[in-house]
């Protein structure tokens, strides 16, 4: 089974991801195929460059196949990514101070990236 993960809630990526999927990850015992994971509002804090989780995380997705996604409006409001905020969802923001790999978009990227590997199952924590 493929899944793809999207942290919209407060504390997603510190407590959720951090303290469960990606150990899990880490150890091979998580127990689906994670192919995509998409992260809102203060979620892609953990994806700075230097983060521990969010260096961890993209070694992992590294080895694994495993798009990271952030919002591009999110990440621009947080100085996160560049682009005119009129470019939102139009796949020019690009992510600048987080983790290798990281790409910034909204729905029609991570569609998009995802149509070659789709998930079995979309799960929001």
């Known amino acids: ?8 809630t407060s ?7 951090a303290s469960m999927i990606l150990p899990q990850l880490e150890a091979g015992n998580h127990g689906a195929d994670v192919v995509g994971m998409m992260f809102f509002d203060d979620n892609i804090f953990c994806l700075r460059e230097g983060d521990p989780i969010g260096e961890r995380l993209a070694n992992v997705a590294q080895e694994k196949g495993i798009l990271l996604m952030v919002c591009d409006a999110c990440a621009l409001r947080r100085n996160l990514a560049e682009g005119p905020p009129e470019s939102c969802g139009t796949g020019a923001v690009m992510a600048k101070g987080l983790v290798k790999g990281v790409l910034a978009g909204c729905f029609p990227q991570l569609y998009e990236a995802l149509s070659g590997n789709p998930p079995d199952h979309i799960i929001s924590l």
């Open 1 to 8: 089974m493929k899944v793809a993960y999207v942290f919209a």
């Open 11 to 17: 504390n997603a990526s510190t407590f959720k991801l």
